[in-house]
């Protein structure tokens, strides 16, 4: 109830001033341990990527993309905070309006363009993160907008140098439709090369690197990325990143035409689908983390028995509000024991599906 009427209140602001808040709020919260966690039920725990992550459910990236809000974020019940993407060197990314609510589809469109201040100033920050109670931190990583793609592995590289030491996990980020280009580098041939030189310089680094893929990749194209990060020794997929097609009554939104990214209840299906498919194709391989259109503990659930080892959200928590997580973790413990599971853990990749 008392989310419906700040909800209400939020809505009547810009959306980036509303994040502003929030962000704010966070960061006092976090600061003064204002916020009792909730505490995962034991059924949720999940060993992945070499790490220990007390439930399944974290913050996607793009809400935290440096100002480090990951204390107030674990503390409402995250188990990991992906913060990014981060470019070697700050950029203002695209000018304003850049972030637009579309409330009857529970949907968000965002051109943001990697607005950040950069390695060095974000690494500064997580270094003052206490390493204690303070959950799981991955770091996603991109390119600036003014670095060609042939030069896309340097900016990468130097992401991952600067960044690696305050990291639990990287993730190379080729899928945000904002940066103009950057999609194509997950085609064959640039993605071999790049993400190939990104796990070389993580393995030696002791740190888990996966790749963030767009839902707009065709079936086959996706198989394909799938092939290649295993071929190159990454830790993980993710699956998904906001998508540029305006699927069913979306498209006669009247914001559906602005350009951006497209993420939110109406992304489901199209997560759902490439989750599905990088799964059947790594076939335990690798873990897949579940993201987008994830609005609440059945989503999460579905996307859980579909192949995420991991599942993350973003627009979920602007339309469900703080409590979501919260309630996330209560529901979930109850979804897997109706079902007969023991643990989040056995559920991974058990979805049955006619024909
Ligand atoms: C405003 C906004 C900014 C985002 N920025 C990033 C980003 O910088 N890097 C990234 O990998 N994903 C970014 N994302 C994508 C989310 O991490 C997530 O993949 C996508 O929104 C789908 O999940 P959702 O439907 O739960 O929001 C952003 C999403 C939104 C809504």
Request: net charge positive; proline share 8%.
């Amino acid at each position: 109830m008392a989310w419906t009427l700040a909800r209400k209140w939020l809505f009547h602001l810009d959306p980036e001033r509303a994040h502003a808040l929030a962000a704010g709020a966070l960061r006092v919260l976090g600061a003064t341990g204002g916020l009792s966690r909730p505490r995962p039920d034991a059924s949720l725990r999940v060993r992945c990527l070499g790490l220990d992550f007390d439930s399944p459910l974290g913050m996607a990236a793009g809400f935290d993309k440096g100002e480090v809000l990951v204390p107030g974020l674990h503390a409402l019940g995250f188990s990991h905070v992906e913060v990014g993407t981060i470019t070697p060197k700050p950029q203002a990314g695209n000018p304003p309006p850049r972030l637009f609510r579309l409330p009857e589809h529970r949907a968000l469109v965002n051109r943001m363009g990697f607005n950040n201040q950069g390695v060095e100033v974000c690494g500064e920050r997580l270094s003052r993160l206490v390493a204690e109670g303070r959950g799981i931190v991955g770091v996603n990583v991109g390119k600036n907008k003014d670095t060609p793609n042939e030069r896309a592995v340097d900016d990468y590289l130097s992401a991952i140098d600067g960044l690696h030491a305050r990291a639990d996990y990287l993730v190379v980020n080729l899928s945000s439709p904002n940066t103009p280009g950057l999609r194509e580098l997950q085609e064959r041939g640039p993605l071999e090369r790049l993400l190939g030189a990104c796990v070389d310089r993580a393995r030696p680094l002791g740190k888990p690197l996966l790749v963030k893929l767009a839902p707009d990749l065709a079936p086959e194209a996706l198989d394909e990325a799938v092939d290649v990060a295993i071929g190159c020794g990454a830790s993980g997929i993710i699956a998904t990143n906001t998508t540029i097609q305006r699927p069913g009554a979306v498209a006669s939104h009247p914001r559906a035409s602005e350009a951006g990214g497209l993420s939110g209840a109406p992304l489901a299906p199209l997560s759902l689908a490439s989750l599905r498919r990088a799964h059947a194709r790594a076939a335990g391989r690798i873990p897949i983390v579940g993201v987008g259109g994830i609005m609440d503990a059945a989503d999460a659930y579905a996307r859980i028995r579909a192949g995420a080892s991991l599942v993350q959200i973003y627009t979920g928590l602007i339309y469900g509000g703080p409590a979501l997580p919260r309630r996330i973790l209560e529901e979930l413990p109850e979804l897997l024991k109706n079902a007969g599971f023991s643990s989040v853990q056995e559920a991974v990749g058990t979805e049955i599906r006619p024909g």
